[in-house]
Nanobody, 122 residues
Framework: VQLQASGGGFVQAGGSLRLSCAAS????????IGWFRQAPGKEREFAAA?????????YYADSVKGRFTISRDSAENAVYLQMNSLKPEDSAVYYC???????????????WGRGTLVTVSS
């Protein structure tokens, strides 16, 4: 399975963006898709995750909870990250990756695709 993130861009603080993670290949109910982000000079950090078989099992970092929403569309074979009320500190390259459990540790994920850059101006 290959994953490719897209949808990044430049937005002012308070604005919104919707990121997409397109999967090529079959995803199984046991799979977890995670969104991570990495700002310059910082470690990659967890943002959100969803179990592939349902929109009901979602997980968020405290820093994005209430502002970001992760969802998946099985027909499109894609996972989305709706980001609202964006802050300058949300600026980073965002990646999606494949996991087997809903962990926040990037080491537990694989099949990293190229990221998409999000820049939030103050």
């Amino acid at each position: 399975v290959q994953l490719q993130a897209s949808g990044g861009g430049f937005v002012q603080a308070g604005g919104s963006l919707r990121l997409s993670c397109a999967a090529s290949g079959r995803l199984f109910s046991s799979h977890v898709i995670g969104w991570f982000r990495q700002a310059p000079g910082k470690e990659r950090e967890f943002a959100a995750a969803i179990r592939w078989n349902t929109n009901r099992l979602t997980y968020y970092a405290d820093s994005v909870k209430g502002r970001f929403t992760i969802s998946r569309d099985s027909a499109e074979n894609a996972v989305y990250l709706q980001m609202n009320s964006l802050k300058p500190e949300d600026s980073a390259v965002y990646y999606c990756a494949l996991g087997s459990s809903a962990t926040t540790r990037p080491q537990e994920y694989r099949n990293w695709g190229r990221g998409t850059l999000v820049t939030v101006s103050s």
